[in-house]
């Protein structure tokens, strides 16, 4: 069975920061090229970083460029998402993505919330 969950979401004023994290099981996970993506209320799903397998490059939304760093950890199967000098911008609700020819996998989300 397939799994994707996401944790290390919550609370957090402006200038703060939080780490994401997202253990997967179920896939080979070294396979899985890995994402993160967020979702405000009233707004579309957009691709926040993403993270091939293989060499590991890296790709980022221009608005998060310079603040939030992805990793992957392919021995514990899991991917993070280090997020610093949050914005009130920022909150949304953050999902992670496994994307591979063999298949394409979403998590349930962890809320994000930026705020003082």
């Known amino acids: 069975q397939v799994q994707l969950v996401e944790s290390g979401g919550g609370l957090v004023q402006p200038g703060g920061s939080l780490r994401l994290s997202c253990a997967a099981s179920?896939?080979?996970?070294?396979?899985?090229?890995m994402s993160w993506y967020r979702q405000a209320p009233g707004k579309e799903r957009d691709l926040v970083a993403s993270?091939?397998?293989?060499?590991?490059?890296?790709r980022y939304a221009n608005s998060v460029k310079g603040r939030f760093t992805i990793s992957r950890d392919n021995g514990r199967n899991t991917v993070y998402l280090q997020m610093n000098n949050l914005k009130p911008e920022d909150t949304a609700v953050y999902y992670c993505?496994?994307?591979?020819?063999?298949?394409?996998?979403w998590g349930q989300g962890t809320q994000v919330t930026v705020s003082s």
């Open positions: 993505y496994a994307a591979s020819t063999g298949g394409n996998y």
């Open positions: 179920g896939f080979t996970f070294s396979r899985y090229a």
């Open positions: 993270i091939t397998n293989g060499f590991g490059i890296t």
